[in-house]
Structures are given as C-alpha cells and as structure tokens.
C-alpha cells in the first residue's frame, strides 16, 4: 500500500506564488510516476502536472504551462508543484496522485490553495 502526503497550500494574491509538496511512501517500488490534480467547487477534478519517476517526463494541463513547474525534490518519490502568477482560478484544493502501470492509485488528503484577487 502507498501513502501520500500533500502540504503547502495556503491562502495568496493573485500574481503571487505558492509551492506545494508530495511525499509518497510504503510501497512504491511499482510506481511510475506522481502527479498533482485539483477541484474547484462545483467542478470536475482537472489534471495539473505529473512527472515520471525518473524525473525525464514532465506533463502538464493547458491551463497552468507556463507558470507551474513540477520537479522531483530529493528522491524519486518526492516531488514539488511551483505555482507562479496565481490567479483566482487556480483556487480548489490541490490533490497529489501515484500511479503504479496506467492507472492513477493512491490519493493524498489535499491542501487547499485560494488566490484572492
């Protein structure tokens, strides 16, 4: 089983910048990559950045290229999620993400980011 652990949100202004962090652990020697999605109320929840765990592959959504950058942060299973240039839209709360083959497993609890304008 894996455990996941998300922390940093909080609560900025739009324009600034907020980095939140991922730690898996237990058994992770099947997993392939780690990933961070979000949920705004009222909507669906939308991919944000994944990251494969050799640290080579990056993804992102169409809505945050440009001002987020997901980077491996000291080992495979630990990653960082840099959230440049807040904006209103990019407040729900964040969720970090395994996936072990194709599938997306094991969920963290979530931390919440809010952007006032």
């Known amino acids: 089983q894996v455990q996941v652990e998300e922390s940093g949100g909080g609560l900025v202004q739009a324009g600034e910048s907020l980095r939140l962090s991922c730690a898996a652990s237990g058994r992770t020697v099947s997993l392939v990559a780690l990933g961070w999605f979000r949920q705004a109320p009222g909507k669906e929840r939308e991919f944000v950045a994944s990251?494969?765990?050799?640290?080579?592959?990056?993804y992102y959504g169409d809505s945050v290229k440009g001002r987020f950058t997901i980077s491996r942060d000291n080992g495979q299973f630990r990653v960082s999620l840099q959230m440049n240039d807040l904006s209103p839209e990019d407040t729900a709360i964040y969720y970090c993400a395994v996936k072990a083959g194709s599938a997306w497993g094991a969920w963290g609890q979530g931390t919440q980011v809010t952007v006032s304008s």
């Open positions: 990251i494969d765990t050799t640290g080579r592959r990056k």
